[in-house]
């Protein structure tokens, strides 16, 4: 118990610790967003008869008519009372838009982080236990295939197959069938909210329109996963712990997972951390193709179109989401691995 | 146990009939249910909002009424949309003063807004001072038809509204019926105005009060708008209610998806398909495929005539000469479109006076040289060829070819791929040399064009062009109410935008309406959207 609350403390210690870095992130996208070419302004007043007024209009209602000095002030002083500003796009302020479409991120990413883990981690122990033969080939083989075709063009196969030839998936546009109702938003996950509404038939629903997106998704982050597993378990199940406990004649599966796996984990949670912060911002093809109206094709429509307020917050977003993953897999070693400890 | 047992039976056994029961309701419901989906989304419910996309227009003309609309005609045997024939809308009817100074609009008795309250003369009024008045989009769309204060809106007793003029301007009443002079319910409207806003333009962005043939559900920017009916509309043809029940809009990035969703009928209509997709669901022959030449658009190559070498006119006519157009027409739209190249003029005269019309151009590269020759650059230059990303699915095709066909006189090409905030800021600051766009115009007549594309000092003067003699008889034409002088003003402009060729005018791009082959009634519209009002099932 007094050990959970050093870990917490040093989390926390931690956590503040990487406050500077958030700061910096924001002043530097700030800066970016206004160094880039391309005025949003002008952009937005694209109706058939918008002119310089109606720029002029944007331009304040934006406030890019002050000094970029006091737009930085005002932005900063906005982001400590908890507004990131709005959206010319949507029209919402971004921190509504955010709290909307980050749970649909993460629940794709969850899922289909968890897909990968639960194939990656047995491929590559099998891969490792018998390396050389048929199986570790075959397993190299799967990876290479996985990482060479673009998420894009899996998750086009995936739709055309199960979509449009075989008609087993619904169609792949949201979270949830058009026509379904939702439940009472709990936690923004809707696989969650439909559990704890009781709506089975809505679980299932959202389920079947998670799953063709998650596995385009975790396909692609199968071939990192599965080869470290397989190299740190060749480098465990060739040292002297496992050949002591080979020796003594201990059960295999306790050899391989008690033993081999333990120690080798440590390197595929890192990994497993870098592939969920990435996941999460870089799959925008992921959620362009099946329409999830996640936060990285936010992201990528506001650049397009030089709208400041979503790209400053979601690049927060990300930033802040990439501290919170490192601190847990820094406290996922702890668990794994006793002689590690944060601090 | 048994009792847990039986009432856990009991719960799934009730499960199943509610879902089954669920699913006979749904399935009822769908044909009663238009959905569409688009690769852009809704981001307000008042189109007035600097920054309203398209499809924002398009849900705004379900949810409230404006005082007159446009009807429609056929055009080669495709309904389109009628800029000659204005229809009363919450007008019952309206009238024009013999010296086109005066309109009065007289309400119907029967209009009623979403909340069962009345239309009255004064939310027309309170409407309309909004649009001319409060910084929203609609002020520039009025000022093209005159209107640009609130004195001119008079209430003449609580069913009768008069609009004067202080010029006769033909396009007075065709601009109220565009998107913008939406009639709002102004007490509804004024309850959520503050000091800083006196217009309510924030509560209005995301709330409707209007009087329109359907109520919004579900608002959801960016991903999805769901409206429900409203049974109370009578300003359909004829005087009926909307067909459908609901009408889901629902934004779909990938124009894949979009065409699969429509061919498997999970979607029954979608307008912004890629050219390929259209043309291999059409061969298909499972869908209703409507193609409309966009015959209120043009898109073109343009040349900034201020930007040395295009400056020189022989320069601009050397381009003109060198581009492979069928070769661009094909790649960039599979020939969907009607071309606005290889016309023949007999004697050199233009063949009407309206515009845009196909221009006696051709790919001609011995004529190009002789041009590049005559303007003293025999031996060509370099300069660069510009797009926007959004425009990437056509556009690119299209450069590729023009570097490779003007490399042949010499002109070297650099290819410039530019994200759309980009392009429309450097286009704004007039400093693109060469690039393709394409225009609009949501009251196609040939004043307009030349007025807003072609003169000033503007943005939308894409080309730059500064022709006192275009300027004047444009502006002119404006005001001239005889139609033989009007055509022979607009033959003149035609005669001088071939001889300056500032810009090339390329085809207008087909409207591709793919939907199911029960819907029926689709109209192309001024706005280039669907009109939901339009359709029903059969």
């Known amino acids: 118990m007094a050990a959970f609350g050093a870990t917490v403390i040093r989390a926390g210690r931690r956590f503040l610790s990487s406050l500077p870095a958030l700061f910096g992130v924001l002043v530097f996208t700030f800066l970016l967003m206004r160094v880039l070419p391309g005025d949003p302004a002008v952009f937005f007043a694209s109706g058939p008869n918008a002119g310089n007024e109606e720029i002029e209009v944007i331009r304040k209602q934006m406030g890019l008519n002050k000094p970029v000095p006091e737009q930085l002030m005002l932005y900063l002083y906005d982001v400590g009372s908890g507004n990131l500003g709005r959206s010319m796009m949507t029209g919402q302020l971004v921190t509504k838009d955010l709290r909307e479409r980050l749970p649909a991120s993460l629940e794709l990413t969850f899922t289909a982080l968890l897909i990968a883990l639960l194939s990656a981690v047995p491929l590559g122990v099998l891969a490792a236990l018998r390396p050389g033969s048929i199986i570790d080939h ?202 590690v400890t944060i601090g | 146990m048994s009792v847990t047992g039986s009432r856990r039976l009991l ?93 009065t609009f007289r309400l119907r008795k029967d209009a009623k807004f979403q909340d069962g309250t009345p239309v009255t003369a004064e939310d027309v009024k309170w409407s309309l001072d909004r649009v001319v008045t409060a910084p929203v989009l609609g002020k520039a769309q009025l000022l093209t038809g005159s209107m640009t204060s609130a004195d001119q809106f008079k209430v003449i007793d609580p069913l009768t509204i008069e609009v004067t003029l202080p010029k006769p301007d033909k396009l007075a009443l065709p601009n109220l019926a565009t998107v913008y002079p939406i009639i709002i319910n102004s007490k509804v409207a004024k309850a959520h105005a503050t000091a800083d806003d006196p217009w309510a333009l924030a509560w209005l962005k995301e709330n409707t009060a209007g009087s329109g043939a359907y109520k919004i559900e579900t608002f959801k920017p960016g991903e999805q708008v769901i409206m429900a009916r409203n049974a109370e509309w009578n300003r359909g043809t004829p005087d009926k209610s909307a067909f459908f029940k609901r009408v889901i809009v629902q934004s779909v990035p990938e124009p894949a998806t979009r065409a699969n969703l429509v061919e498997r009928g999970d979607a029954d209509i979608v307008v912004d398909l890629q050219a390929s997709d259209v043309q291999s669901l059409e061969a298909k022959g499972k869908l209703k495929v409507i193609s409309t030449p966009q015959y209120n658009s043009v898109t073109f190559v343009s040349m900034n005539n201020q930007i040395p070498p295009f400056d020189n006119v022989n320069v601009r006519r050397a381009i003109a000469f060198a ?26 005269k233009p063949t009407s006076g309206a515009y845009p019309i196909p221009q006696p151009v051709k790919l001609d590269l011995e004529k190009a040289k002789e041009y590049l020759k005559a303007a003293g650059m025999p031996d060509g230059f370099s300069t660069t060829f510009s797009f926007n990303v959004g425009q990437a699915s056509t556009a690119e095709p299209m450069a590729a070819l023009v570097k490779e066909s003007l490399a042949k006189i010499g002109i070297k090409i650099d290819i410039q791929k530019l994200p759309d905030a980009q392009m429309s800021t450097q286009i704004n600051e007039k400093k693109l040399p060469f690039f393709t766009e394409g225009i609009v115009a949501w009251l196609p007549s040939t004043d307009y064009f030349y007025r807003n594309f072609y003169t000033g000092n503007q943005r939308w003067n894409y080309s730059s062009i500064n022709n006192p003699e275009l300027a004047e008889i444009a502006q002119k034409a404006r005001f001239e109410p005889d139609a033989a002088k009007y055509e022979e003003d607009g033959v003149k402009l035609n005669a001088i935008h071939f001889s300056e060729i500032p810009q090339i005018p390329l085809w207008q791009p087909s409207q591709d309406a793919v939907m199911a082959s029960s819907v029926e009634g689709y109209t192309y519209q001024f706005h280039r959207q669907v009109d939901y009002r339009d359709l029903n099932r059969k």
């Open chain 2, 11 to 103: 719960t799934v056994v009730a499960s199943i009939a509610f879902s089954l029961a669920a699913g006979s309701v749904q399935a009822q419901t769908r044909s009663e249910t238009l959905r569409y989906v688009t690769g852009a989304s809704v981001n307000t419910l008042d189109p007035n909002i600097p920054g309203s996309t398209r499809e924002a227009f398009a849900v705004s003309l379900s949810t409230y009424d404006r005082l007159v609309s446009f009807g429609r005609k056929q055009l080669n045997g495709k309904w389109v949309f009628d800029l000659g024939k204005i229809t009363g809308e919450l007008a019952e009817s309206y009238e024009v003063s013999p010296d086109g100074l005066k309109m």
């Open chain 1, 138 to 339: 075959g397993v190299r083989f799967f990876c290479a295939l996985g990482v060479c075709v673009p998420t894009f063009v899996s998750g086009l196969l995936l739709i055309y197959v199960f979509y449009y030839l075989l008609g087993l998936a619904p169609d792949p546009t949201g979270r949830v069938d058009i026509f379904a109702s939702l439940p009472p938003r709990r936690t923004g996950f809707l696989l969650i909210d439909f559990l704890l509404a009781g709506d089975f038939d809505g679980w299932w629903a959202a389920f079947r329109q998670l799953i063709l997106p998650a596995l385009s998704m975790a396909l692609f982050v199968v071939a990192p996963l599965a080869r470290i597993t397989r190299a740190s378990m060749l480098v465990s199940l060739g040292s002297d712990f496992v050949r002591t406990a080979r020796s003594v004649g201990l059960p295999w599966w306790r050899v391989v997972v008690t033993y081999a796996l333990r120690n080798a984990i440590l390197p595929v949670i890192t990994i497993a951390g870098i592939v969920f912060s990435t996941m999460l911002g870089a799959n925008v093809l992921v959620e362009k193709v099946f329409s999830w109206p996640g936060v990285a094709s936010y992201a990528l429509d506001a650049l397009l179109s030089s709208d400041y307020a979503p790209v400053q917050g979601f690049v927060l977003l990300m930033a802040t989401v990439f501290v919170i993953v490192n601190l847990l897999v820094d406290i996922l070693y702890g668990i794994a691995d006793p002689r």
């Open chain 2, 323 to 348: 581009l492979p157009y069928d070769d661009m027409f094909k790649a960039a739209l599979f020939g969907r479109g009607s071309p606005l190249f290889g016309a023949t003029w007999a004697d050199g």
